[in-house]
């Protein structure tokens, strides 16, 4: 059978390997400045944030929010600079929520621009997306991103489930996050 | 040349064998892209092999013309598309494009491409009768060529950097389609896009949606059907969008449609857009109860009590194309979380 040559079309990665910090390594929440991404597409992930900044606040952590939305038109660029002043205010970044394809990729990608400012960063996702996320996470240059799942379906429980389960996934987070017991 | 050469079997079964296991093809047979075949590609581009028309993600692998002419060749595209491919890879770039979304996402979106200029005829890419599928022409190649990019420059893999739920069939031979400008009563789509002579409009569609209408002799009554088509609950105009700036819909009008009915009694295709938009919507409360509370709070709903589908006439895209037997237009939905660019066709 005749063989000979062709011309090998995948591409390879560009991007610069990350490695993600230790996030608080033992240490506590207080004192701590930690920055929620929060995404204007699920009102569940507001919720549970919201539980969570409570959590956090109680703990003597300074909690920022920042509102993530899809990066097109005029708003693009004053989100780009959104993120960015984000970033730079906190010492430790919750990115949520990964809960679809698209929304997956631009939570880790914003997750990712934390981690390269040196910035220690957890990815949060429904558990249907955590693969995706930690696969996106990889081809984006870091292998190591934690990522913490909560349940799949979340957009569809009710306000009270939804905080419930952010209740209950808080001891989860804080163990993610690394703080002492 | 610099792309890694394999030697291999270029029998036709054993070389779709040798591509799938390498992550090249879709499944399909591709011709085997030797160096000869591949240098005819680049010969009919004034580009450079090496020139990087974008950093595609999910890989973020540089995509080098180079890389173009392989997947051209592999799909059998004309080698006159080279200059179309690398100006719709660089469309695909435009940060409005959220190309990142678009190769990851749960939804069927593909990039259609639609031309405007004399490109479409030297191409020999479809713009009438059966130009969405049935019309012999060099569409499906192109639209392939760009699927194979997206395979394997980008790096877009079901399971792995893709949750895509479904795809749909364009997943595999793209949407490529020109717009009948000779038989249009409109400038053209890319010239109301601020783009003259050959061009391409870029658009993330989630498939095509047939729009019937067998009356059809008033203008203002068709324009109404296409606007109550297009306007359905679970399209994600609706479940996607929270942003004014975000949500489009194409609309492709039949060319008899076009210049036989609407053009007569509304000349203006702003006007148009306008009466197709008017009756793009539901009301309010034909949702769900629980649907209903994230359009009050994103501000979708008019004092009327309904919710129009995109939030202006502009977000409707208009073109001509399609056969002279009429009954049909043709809608494309957006992604809902990007927007169209159109570019030049530039060597």
């Not at chain 1, 660029?77 to 394809?101: K, S």
């Not at chain 2, 030697?7 to 879709?26: K, N, Q």
């Not at chain 2, 009954?327 to 030049?344: C, D, I, K, S, Y």
């Amino acid at each position: 059978m005749a063989t000979g040559l062709v011309l090998d079309p995948t591409g390879t990665s560009t991007v610069e390997i990350g490695e993600a910090r230790g996030l608080l390594e033992g240490a506590e929440l207080s004192s701590k400045s930690i920055g929620i991404r929060l995404d204007e597409r699920w009102r569940s992930w507001q919720w549970i944030a919201e539980e969570w900044a409570s959590q956090l606040s109680m703990r003597g952590a300074q909690v920022a929010l920042w509102r993530a939305g899809t990066r097109v038109g005029k708003r693009a660029d004053d989100m780009d600079r959104e993120l960015d002043d984000f970033v730079h205010q906190i010492d430790l970044g919750i990115f949520g929520l990964g809960n679809c394809g698209g929304c997956t990729m631009e939570t880790v990608r914003d997750a990712v621009a934390a981690l390269r400012a040196d910035v220690p960063s957890v990815v949060i996702c429904t558990r249907q997306f955590v693969s995706l996320a930690r696969n996106l996470a990889r081809t984006d240059g870091f292998l190591d991103v934690p990522i913490l799942g909560l349940p799949f379906p979340l957009e569809t429980l009710s306000e009270e489930a939804v905080r419930k389960v952010a209740q209950e996934a808080f001891e989860e987070l804080q163990a993610v996050l690394g703080e002492s017991a | 040349v610099r792309a890694a050469s394999v030697e291999t079997e270029l029998d036709p079964a054993a070389f779709a064998d040798f591509a799938v296991a390498s992550g090249w093809s879709d499944g399909l047979p591709c011709i085997p892209p030797t160096p000869e075949l591949v240098a005819g590609y680049l010969a009919a581009t004034g580009r450079a092999p090496e020139q990087v028309l974008g950093t595609l993600p999910p890989l973020f692998a540089d995509c080098t013309v180079e890389r173009v002419a392989i997947c051209a060749a592999m799909a059998g595209a004309p080698t006159a598309a080279m200059n179309l491919l690398c100006s719709a890879i660089e469309a695909m770039m435009a940060r409005d494009f959220n190309l990142a979304s678009v190769n990851a996402t749960t939804a069927p979106v593909v990039p259609a491409l639609i031309l405007n200029g004399g490109i479409r005829s030297r191409l020999g890419v479809a713009h009438g009768a059966g130009c969405l599928g049935g019309a012999l022409g060099a569409g499906p190649s192109i639209g392939r060529t760009i699927r194979l990019v997206m395979r394997a420059v980008a790096g877009q893999r079901i399971g792995y950097t893709s949750e895509s739920v479904f795809g749909q069939p364009a997943r595999i031979s793209g949407i490529v389609f020109g717009e009948w400008e000779e038989r249009s009563p409109w400038p053209s789509l890319a010239q109301r896009r601020g783009v003259s002579g050959d061009a391409v409009t870029v658009f993330g569609a989630m498939g095509t949606q047939n729009i019937c209408d067998t009356i059809a002799e008033r203008a203002t009554s068709l324009l109404k059907m296409i606007g109550l088509s297009i306007a359905y609950h679970g399209c994600n105009a609706y479940v996607a969008v929270n942003h004014e700036e975000e949500g489009e819909i194409v609309v492709a009008i039949n060319p008899i449609w076009a210049s036989e009915v609407i053009a007569k009694q509304i000349p203006s295709i702003d006007d148009v857009a306008q009466l197709i938009w008017e009756s793009a919507k539901q009301p309010l409360a034909s949702f769900p109860e629980d649907y209903r509370r994230p359009f009050e709070e994103l501000g979708r709903v008019d004092s009327d009590g309904n919710v129009p589908v995109v939030r202006h006439p502009g977000k409707i895209l208009l073109t001509v194309a399609g056969g002279e037997g009429a009954l049909h237009a043709m809608a494309f939905h957006g992604f809902g979380h990007n927007l169209a660019v159109t570019v030049p066709v530039s060597s």
